[in-house]
């Protein structure tokens, strides 16, 4: 067999080989989360009910005042523990990141999930061995010690990209997106079922927590012996066809793409070093975005199980874990609307309508009394993942060559170096290299020069300047 035969078949079996996929982790990993987030809620309000009742027992209270009471505990409980939760990740997760990019890329998803491991045990022996809840603000803290939710989420997201071309990229990471959120409308749908299987106050959420143990284990498993690191199938822009390789998806991100104004500077003069600047000026720009519409998020969601268990909702375990489960929907419908939107609305546009989609469901859930409410109020917030997916995937694409989520390291380590680097260096030895003794124009790569009539090309100087240099 020739080798133009085998060489194209070699360079499409690394996207499709099954190993590289890393949605299994994905998916038991958002199950494993699903559980805990449903049981940690419920546990909790079980630990400071019961211990509401017996420093009640004998002098009765109303119900509104042991309910303000049970709130107060359970709302000062989740302050400290969100706090614990997201500080202490912060130098670990860049870490790991750090080590992700000059050793191996599965470095951040295996520590981050033996976290999650260790986090959801505490948890079991919580309910098994009936310690206080504060005993959970150490597992918070052990699990922000080796990365969080942060170190795995970039480690997914740069596995994702590189195992997927730059035509594809939008289309894999939103599809990561839509798994992420089946696996955890699955698992809030059945934690309240799994919550209630044990009766008495001592077993209840073992079942529970033990299942969110289970596919913890099965992830960092998976992630340790089965995952294998994709090779990268980026190919240089001028490769990449005129037309969108996934008609709706990938034109999501077509202004924010830098590969396309690369392709305009192509036909006039090559950028400028003056020219590289608006692109961490709109990686800064779209940093200090995402960070705004997180907080606006994580204030909003943080408040909802805490409002959903008193009056005038006072809902029970299982519509606990439907509830839940409506917050996982907006993945399903985010996906489904950049597949519709992206054909006639431009990336801008798209952030706005999630943006607006989630502020009116925000808004709604302010005046929510009855719980047919609270869903008309969730299904108003059914684009409100659309901002964050647009804003990631287009900082995928520009920052180059380093784990998503950590800042660029222009540094090449062992035997693998950054592409942006390896398209510098062949630049600047085309301009040294004499106009005869170049390759024809059809057989050399396009590194965005492609004007001959170039002035830069013509000066002496400017060629003198660079070999210097």
């Not at 090449?412 to 592409?419: D, L, P």
Request: charged share 15%; net charge positive; with cysteine.
């Amino acid at each position: 067999m020739s080798p133009e035969v085998t060489c194209p078949l070699r360079g499409h079996l690394p996207r499709f080989h099954p190993r590289t996929w890393v949605e299994p982790v994905v998916a038991s990993s958002q199950m494993a989360a699903s559980l805990y987030d449903a049981g940690l809620l419920l546990v909790v309000k079980a630990s400071y009910g019961t211990g509401g009742s017996s420093n009640h027992s004998a002098s009765p209270s109303p119900r509104g005042a042991l309910e303000d009471q049970q709130q107060r505990a359970i709302s000062n409980f989740y302050i400290i523990y969100n706090l614990v939760a997201g500080l202490s990740p912060l130098l670990f997760a860049y870490g790991l990141g750090w080590l992700s990019d000059r050793y191996h890329r599965k470095i951040s998803i295996c520590m981050s999930l033996l976290g999650f491991l260790l986090s959801r045990l505490g948890l079991l022996l919580k309910v098994l061995l009936d310690w206080p809840v504060e005993v959970l603000y150490g597992a918070a803290a052990l699990n922000g010690l080796f990365g969080g939710f942060s170190a795995f989420w970039s480690g997914v997201m740069a596995l994702g990209s590189l195992g997927s071309s730059e035509g594809r990229r939008s289309l894999r990471l939103i599809l990561i997106d839509l798994i992420l959120g089946l696996a955890g409308f699955c698992g809030s749908m059945a934690s309240g079922h799994l919550f209630k299987q044990m009766a008495g106050h001592s077993g209840q959420g073992l079942i529970l927590t033990a299942c969110s143990v289970s596919c913890a284990s099965f992830a960092l498993l998976y992630s340790l012996l089965v995952l294998k690191v994709p090779e990268s199938v980026a190919k240089p822009s001028q490769e990449l066809p005129p037309a969108d390789t996934v008609s709706g998806t990938v034109g999501t991100y077509r202004t924010l793409d830098p590969d396309q104004l690369d392709k305009q500077c192509a036909v006039g003069h090559p950028p400028s070093p003056g020219k590289a600047k608006p692109h961490k000026t709109t990686i800064a720009l779209l940093f200090v975005g995402a960070i705004i519409y997180d907080l606006a998020v994580v204030g909003t969601v943080d408040v909802i199980p805490l409002f959903v268990l008193r009056e005038p909702l006072s809902w029970n375990q299982v519509q606990v874990g439907y509830g839940m489960a409506s917050g996982y929907t907006i993945f399903i419908t985010s996906f489904l609307g950049v597949l519709v939107f992206s054909r006639c609305f431009r990336d801008t546009t798209m952030i706005m309508i999630g943006m607006v989609s989630f502020g009116s469901g925000a808004l709604l859930l302010a005046f929510v009394k009855e719980t047919y409410m609270f869903y008309i109020a969730r299904a108003v917030m059914l684009f409100g993942l659309i901002p964050v997916t647009t804003i990631r995937s287009a900082m995928s694409k520009l920052i180059k060559g380093s784990s998503y989520a950590s800042w660029p390291i222009n540094k090449s380590h062992g035997h693998h170096m950054e592409t942006s680097q390896r398209n510098e260096d062949a630049y600047l030895q085309e301009l040294k290299t004499p106009a005869m003794a170049r390759p024809p124009e059809d057989k050399r790569r396009d590194w965005g020069t492609g004007d001959q009539s170039n002035p830069l090309l013509k000066k002496p100087t400017f060629q003198a300047e660079l070999a210097s240099v």
